[in-house]
């Protein structure tokens, strides 16, 4: 079985416009397709970084002498790449999907399809977990996870049935868990709301979106001028984050104007929203809610 199928992976490394003698960041290595299709554009003085938080990843790496692997998150990129001695890239590539190997090793625990412990850690090291949130979060804290991160307005309902069902014992596994919130998942859409309460255990688990805003807001320092972002989110939580932070600089609000009414901002979008045709949904459906959006430094 492949690791990972990749999402977009032409539009996604044209996108960066590469230069052979350049130097570039896969944030997201998972099992390496981007990270390959990146080498195949460098010559011999070009450089590759790439980043993964899961340990997993670590068995994909690339035996060449331009790619480096830093198994780390995301969010630390700037740190990280000074710690190599480079300061800036000419292009920075991310998939913030969850791979096709978290989702189909049962025991990780981000499958609606397996019985698993509560786990969804992408760092296996990290001390919070989907059984943490599920056992040890207020009725509140529960309810705030589900509405914002899976954008479900059962969220109130949902959290109370959790905080009784723990009274009688600990809500372990996956099956717990959809046994505990069976009155939600109407037959027709059991399925689709499953995937809403999992995705937002795994945002929270994983501080997914602190991770992001954290990364984005270094991207402009961190990229030269001309420098390429090309990003590819797969809810709409993300691609509105990336979208507002290509158009404004910022995640909320306007940002500030001057005397004759402009405002200046780190990057520029590079054409329009691209998503995967038909034929690569046919081949791969975990691609049909991808987004790609394609930025410059200006």
């Not at 990270?35 to 590759?48: D, E, R, T, V």
């Not at 705030?144 to 596994?173: H, N, S, W």
């Not at 590079?270 to 791969?284: D, F, H, Q, R, S």
Request: hydrophobic share 35%; charged share 30%.
């Amino acid at each position: 079985m492949e690791y990972h199928n990749p999402v977009l992976l032409k539009e996604t490394v044209e996108g960066l416009s590469i230069k052979s003698d350049g130097v570039y960041v896969d944030v997201t290595f998972g099992g390496g397709g981007h990270s390959k299709a990146i080498l195949k554009h460098l010559g011999p003085n070009g450089k590759l970084y790439a980043f993964d938080q899961d340990k997993d990843a670590l068995l994909n790496t690339i035996d060449d002498e331009r790619f480096t692997l830093i198994n780390e998150n995301f969010r630390y990129i700037k740190r990280f790449l000074r710690f190599y001695g480079t300061k800036q890239v000419d292009g920075i590539l991310a998939d913030f999907g969850v791979s096709s190997h978290q989702f189909d090793v049962a025991e990780r625990g981000f499958s609606t399809r397996f019985e698993a412990d509560l786990d969804m850690r992408m760092n296996q090291d990290s001390n919070l977990s989907a059984y943490h949130v599920i056992n040890e979060y207020e009725e509140e804290q529960i309810r705030k996870v589900l509405f914002q991160y899976g954008e479900l307005r059962q969220a109130p309902a949902m959290a109370r049935a959790i905080v009784d069902a723990r009274r009688d014992g600990e809500i372990k596994t996956s099956e717990q868990l959809k046994e505990t919130l069976r009155k939600f998942l109407n037959h027709k859409k059991e399925n689709k709301v499953l995937a809403q309460i999992y995705q937002a255990i795994r945002i929270e688990v994983n501080q997914e979106i602190e991770a992001l805003k954290e990364f984005l807001q270094q991207t402009p320092e961190v990229l030269v001028e001309g420098g390429r972002l090309s990003l590819i989110s797969y809810h709409s939580l993300e691609d509105r984050l990336v979208k507002r932070f290509i158009r404004n600089g910022l995640f909320e609000g306007e940002p500030e104007r001057d005397v004759f009414g402009n405002f200046e901002v780190p990057l520029k979008k590079v054409g329009g929203l691209i998503v995967p045709t038909k034929e690569e949904i046919k081949l791969n459906n975990r691609a049909r809610s991808a987004k790609l959006r394609i930025a410059e430094k200006l």
